[in-house]
């Protein structure tokens, strides 16, 4: 990427944005290989899982639900995860053998067919590109990776091996987020033009991680696997060189269904945050970015806040703004909505169309035990106040008629393991994961630009130098 001022600069124009991103889209097509496997892959799958960490268990409770997936390693550098783990399997007739180095996995248990990795993001190619030239098909959580140049170096090896690459982006495989994308914004446009984004994920103070001696990790093992101490071991989400701070941690899921809903990459993003808060970590606790996409309809402007030192504000969630109504979106069915404008067309047809649910029918909203609605309070009743003549009327809420009965992971899991057996396209390929890691980094870039970045669509290209695009648009 280049620093400059975007987006109408020279080299950069909307309809070469868009036309780059199309020839992209068309790459992509002619290159299945990489986003699916052969047809008539094994029944039952053999599985291993690196990282034996809370997102490895994560996965572990969700995989486990799915019929035909046999666990037959786990990996960790820490006992006490890797324990855990292979007691949680033995509880359910797993047969698994722990390793503490992964190569030393892969070259042992020979009947592997895939490869977990939940790891650190820094180890993240690392693991990736061994377990795929080790002939295994690899799930690897997000972000992709801490930076650019291991992220394209995880694709290129998905290339070169034949082997399937998926990223955990799992809101791209979540039924609610495919209804939305594909029948509402997609299919019936019900939301028109669409001139606005913004995404948030806010989360209170909370103190570091850390362990009685007794749990250690001992020192020599840390700096052999490349962590420099204990601390930053246990909150290696916090420091340079394992990740990519809070805007990966938390922002990569969101800022990539900007990319994957609207159908583009943004062309600028433009960003401040800070270590404002927390004296010992190194990264930003509070970013605040802005992107533009440069999208067929026109360009859409997208915000994204992640703060690490407040809940306040309304949770998480994603949201898109069209002239003709909205989508307020989030894994958290609390924190989601579709609203319509009081000048559109009813809508009340789309409910037997299975597009809307009138609010309060209970056709759309699925909680976990954790997501119970707090009791009601009785509020007084409101004062009669005069409405402003300049405000426009409020939007009328809807539900979305897609309800998952399911861990949040366990779909995308399903769309990996499909994709081995039966040649199911994949959710979230390498391609496009590598163009939303792209997105993501370009953050911390430009908070330490301190201005605007242009993203040109070259630099989405896993082979830029190559003749012709070769990674396809974030609509894959």
Known sequence: MSASTPPSGPGCTRRHFLSTSAKLGTVILAAPHVARAAVGGPATVNVALVGCGLQGRVLLNAALRIPGVRFRAVCDIWPRNRVRAERLLGKFGHDVTGFENHAEMLATVRDLDAVLVATPDFVHAEHTNAGLRAGKHVYCEKLMAHTVEAARSMVLTARETGKLLQIGHQRRSNPRYRHARDRLVREARLFGRITQATAQ?????????????????????????????????????????????????????????????????????????????????????????????????????????????????????????????????SEDPANTAVYREAHAPDWDPLVAKGLVARRGSGQAVARYPWEKPRPAFALPAPRKSVLDVRETAALAAWDLPV????????????????????????????????????????????????????????????????????????SA
Request: charged content about 15%; proline content about 7%.
């Open 403 to 474: 309800r998952l009965d399911q861990p949040i992971h366990q779909p995308h899991l399903e769309n990996f393991f499909a994709a081995i057996r039966e040649g199911t396209p994949l959710a979230c390929p390498a391609e496009s994961a590598f163009a939303t890691a792209v997105t993501v980094l370009s953050v911390n870039d430009a908070v330490a630009a301190r201005r605007m970045l242009t993203l040109r669509p070259e630099d989405f290209l896993v082979t830029p130098s190559l003749p012709g695009p070769a990674t396809p648009p974030a």
């Open 201 to 329: 994920w806010n989360r209170a103070v909370a103190a570091d991680f850390a362990v009685p001696a007794t749990q250690a990790v001992p020192e020599a093992t840390l700096q052999r696997y490349g962590y420099a101490n204990l601390h930053e071991f246990l909150n290696w989400r916090w420091f340079r060189r394992y990740s990519g701070g809070p805007i990966s941690d938390l922002g990569a899921h969101q800022i990539d269904i900007f990319n994957w809903m609207l159908g583009a990459n943004p062309s600028s993003v433009l960003a401040g945050g800070g270590a404002d808060y927390y004296r010992n970590h190194e990264w930003y606790d509070n970013v605040v970015a802005i992107y533009e996409f440069p999208t067929a309809d026109g360009v859409v402007r997208a915000t994204y806040q992640v703060s690490t030192t407040t809940s306040a504000g309304g949770g998480y969630h994603e949201y898109f703004m069209g002239d003709q109504g909205a989508l307020k979106i």
